[in-house]
């Protein structure tokens, strides 16, 4: 194995353990994301409609901006900007 092989193999093993880092990374950003959606439903229960509408915003901000996925509709009973 020559010096080249070997530093393409260590680069290798560094992209995987970067890969494993994002997906870790992505799946608790989601997850961060349902609770998010029950704290938007919770509040829309409670009555406190413009703070479920500024959770909802900023559900879709993160979405959109930071996890660059598509919009995703807002959990049920989310108020609309008329509300």
Sequence with gaps: MTADDSQVDELER????????????????EDALQQLDWCIGYFVGSGKSRLAASLGANRSYIRRHLLERAEQPVPAGTPTESD
């Design 14 to 29: 560094e992209v995987e353990h970067l890969m494993e880092e994002v997906e870790r990374y992505r799946t608790a950003a």
